[in-house]
């Protein structure tokens, strides 16, 4: 079946180091592939949105790259911060949309 | 501007009651969306509409029924509801391209429980 697949680990690290989130998607091409940010309590919030013909898209502190080759997408906060906290999600949109499971991310001051 | 709103934040239903779930969005957006959300499993798409006057099934929508009311709004029906119906419901509103839906806006959630 088709789906997007995250590292349902959590993920901890060091204030000031590079946080690298993989979403890896099988049976399918999305068109593509969106990160987003969800608090507990809280819904979903869009931080960035990389199109299948593009292989990188920054904004800010974050960076996406979208590898068709390898059928995946890492997503990168630089100079993370505790208020960096929280589950990322990652979903990729075509005909049909999915959304990976998260991974939790933990920045220790 | 609110966003995206929804109504109630919070139900307790007993197996075998109905309930609509109210959704509105002041963005102006054309498409609109409605997901659950279970630990373990991630959001899951129920029912989407892509357009005012047309809704489609998600990877979940046994048990649901849809409404797109006017372009603003979107309901959500549970028609008996079930325990395996206890969950976080979220509704969402985008625009559409060619390769699916933008960005979407979320709404703040409704915590059903159904007992």
């Known amino acids: 079946s088709q789906k997007i697949e995250q590292n349902s680990e959590a993920l901890n690290i060091q204030e000031g180091k590079t946080a690298t989130l993989t979403c890896n998607y099988t049976?399918?091409?999305?068109?593509?592939l969106q990160w987003y940010r969800q608090d507990p309590g809280r819904g979903p919030v869009f931080l960035l949105l990389i199109r299948e013909n593009e292989k990188e898209k920054r904004k800010e502190r974050l960076k996406v790259t979208f590898d068709t080759t390898l059928k995946q997408s890492l997503f990168h906060i630089t100079a993370s911060q505790p208020a960096d906290s929280a589950t990322y999600l990652c979903v990729g949109t075509g005909n049909q949309f999915y959304f990976g499971t998260g991974t939790s991310l933990t920045v220790i001051p | 501007n609110a966003g995206v709103t929804q109504t109630p934040k919070f139900q307790v239903l007993k197996t075998g009651q109905s309930m609509t779930l109210q959704c509105a969005q002041d963005?102006?957006?054309?498409?609109m969306y409605w997901y659950r959300q279970d630990p373990g499993m991630g959001l899951r798409l129920i029912y989407y509409s892509a357009s005012e006057g047309t809704t489609d099934k998600g990877e979940v929508p046994n048990g649901y029924n849809v409404s797109r009311l006017n372009k603003r709004e979107f309901s959500l029906r549970l028609e008996s509801a079930a325990p395996s119906q206890t969950s976080v419901y979220f509704c969402?509103?985008?625009?559409?391209?060619?390769?699916?839906?933008?960005?979407?806006?979320f709404g703040p959630g409704t915590r059903l429980t159904v007992l």
């Open positions: 049976n399918y091409s999305p068109a593509y």
């Open positions: 963005m102006n957006h054309n498409s």
């Open positions: 969402a509103s985008s625009e559409w391209a060619s390769g699916g839906p933008l960005e979407q806006f």
